[in-house]
């Protein structure tokens, strides 16, 4: 018996957003459902108020970073896991690590692969740590609507404002303060299961204002939407990339989803530096430049070698449940 976990009403889409975007954001809960279903696998949908429900073979969940998601997950998490150990979906190690800034950059710098960075856990340390030039990041938080840019002297004297203006204010802290990096592109790189694979996005240069950076975003938990510095919608500039740029990244990506034992990862990398990685993201490959186009690079971990796939936007059925059936696979459900 599979135990699947609701996923709470947080993550409803609204009914404005583009019909691709709605189908590959379905919830979590369904798209296990509907997989299950399809090979004939006993399964329940449950949430937390019957624990009779709780007890199974495998539990699978979403568990992301939503106050009011946090706020029932955390207080379970513990118990489910003692329960069910690596049956279980997310892990202990990669749940730990989820939205966790700073115990994510304790794991990268191991690596070599991390930005250096400062711990300040309350606003006082805050203030003597934060300079021009530097980015401020609440070690909680996705998207950048929990970290701002000082780009100025002026900005030193409105901190305290801008955490106001982060979504986490009140659970700002531990933050940490890194220096900016000044580079063209963001690259976010995607392993799935047995599969690495990738592309890189322009980076804005100029910000509307520092609790702005790092895409003059505009969001809901539904919608993204970016900015230039007038005020006008940006159409980032995306490319794919070559087998160089891909191979640079193989081997931190294969020990680091050993280490947490976990079928999906997506890392966020500027100028070679992991900035935040995350074991929970949006099926997105499919709406950028480079799948319109009807392809793109991969890495194929079991035969080592790369390979041109050939994916048009039409062919959503593949993303939409590429993340959940690797999941099911890695937990031996399916094959």
Same mark, same amino acid.
């Given at each position: 018996?599979?135990?699947?976990?609701?996923?709470?009403?947080?993550?409803?889409?609204?009914?404005?957003?583009?019909?691709?975007?709605?189908?590959?954001?379905?919830?979590? &809960?369904?798209? /296990?459902?509907?997989? %299950?279903?399809?090979?004939?696998?006993?399964?329940?949908?449950?949430?937390?108020?019957?624990? *009779?429900?709780?007890?199974?073979?495998?539990? !699978?969940?979403?568990?992301?970073?939503?106050?009011?998601?946090?706020?029932?997950?955390?207080?379970?998490?513990?118990?489910?896991?003692?329960?069910?150990?690596?049956?279980?979906?997310?892990?202990?190690?990669?749940?730990?690590? @989820? *939205?966790?800034?700073v115990r994510q950059y304790e794991l990268l710098e191991r690596y070599?692969?991390?930005?250096?960075?400062?711990? +300040?856990?309350?606003?006082?340390? %805050?203030?003597?740590?934060?300079?021009?030039?530097?980015?401020?990041?609440?070690? @909680?938080?996705?998207?950048?609507?929990?970290? /701002?840019?000082?780009?100025?002297?002026? &900005?030193?004297?409105?901190?305290?404002?801008?955490?106001?203006?982060?979504?986490?204010?009140?659970?700002?802290?531990? +933050?940490?303060?890194?220096?900016?990096?000044?580079? *063209? @592109?963001?690259? &976010?790189?995607?392993?799935?299961?047995?599969?690495?694979?990738?592309?890189?996005?322009?980076?804005?240069?100029? @910000?509307?204002?520092?609790?702005?950076?790092?895409?003059?975003? !505009?969001?809901?938990?539904?919608?993204?939407?970016?900015?230039?510095?007038?005020?006008?919608?940006?159409?980032?500039?995306?490319?794919?990339?070559?087998?160089?740029?891909?191979?640079?990244?193989?081997? /931190?990506?294969?020990?680091?989803?050993?280490?947490?034992?976990?079928?999906? %990862?997506? /890392?966020?990398?500027?100028?070679?530096?992991?900035?935040?990685?995350?074991?929970?993201?949006?099926?997105?490959?499919?709406?950028?430049?480079?799948?319109?186009?009807?392809?793109?690079?991969?890495?194929? %971990?079991?035969?080592?070698?790369?390979?041109?796939?050939?994916?048009?936007?039409?062919?959503?059925?593949?993303?939409n449940y590429l993340q959940t059936k690797s999941i099911l696979r890695?937990?031996?459900?399916?094959?």
């Open positions: 018996m599979v135990i699947v976990h609701k996923d709470h009403e947080v993550y409803s889409l609204d009914e404005s957003v583009q019909t691709v975007k709605k189908i590959l954001n379905e919830f979590y &809960h369904s798209k /296990f459902e509907k997989l %299950l279903k399809s090979n004939n696998i006993p399964y329940i949908i449950t949430d937390y108020e019957d624990y *009779d429900d709780l007890v199974g073979d495998y539990f !699978v969940g979403r568990f992301a970073h939503a106050h009011s998601d946090v706020e029932l997950h955390s207080q379970n998490f513990d118990m489910l896991y003692d329960y069910y150990g690596e049956k279980m979906w997310p892990n202990q190690k990669a749940y730990y690590y @989820y *939205d966790d800034k070599g692969i991390h930005i250096p960075s400062i711990t +300040c856990n309350d606003l006082d340390e %805050l203030l003597n740590n934060t300079s021009v030039g530097t980015v401020v990041k609440s070690a @909680y938080g996705a998207g950048g609507e929990s970290s /701002f840019y000082i780009w100025n002297q002026e &900005h030193l004297n409105h901190i305290e404002e801008y955490i106001s203006n982060c979504y986490n204010s009140e659970d700002f802290f531990p +933050c940490i303060v890194q220096e900016y990096i000044d580079h *063209d @592109y963001e690259y &976010h790189i995607f392993s799935t299961f047995d599969e690495i694979y990738g592309y890189k996005k322009k980076i804005l240069k100029e @910000y509307v204002s520092p609790t702005s950076f790092p895409y003059n975003n !505009v969001s809901t938990w539904t919608t993204f939407s970016y900015k230039d510095i007038g005020g006008g919608d940006y159409d980032a500039e995306y490319k794919a990339l070559n087998e160089r740029e891909l191979e640079d990244f193989i081997e /931190f990506v294969v020990d680091i989803k050993t280490e947490l034992n976990t079928p999906n %990862l997506k /890392f966020d990398i500027v100028n070679g530096k992991v900035f935040e990685f995350s074991y929970l993201y949006n099926d997105t490959m499919q709406i950028t430049d480079i799948i319109n186009q009807g392809n793109y690079l991969s890495y194929d %971990l079991k035969s080592n070698s790369f390979i041109n796939r050939n994916y048009s936007s039409g062919e959503i059925s593949h993303w890695h937990l031996g459900i399916i094959k």
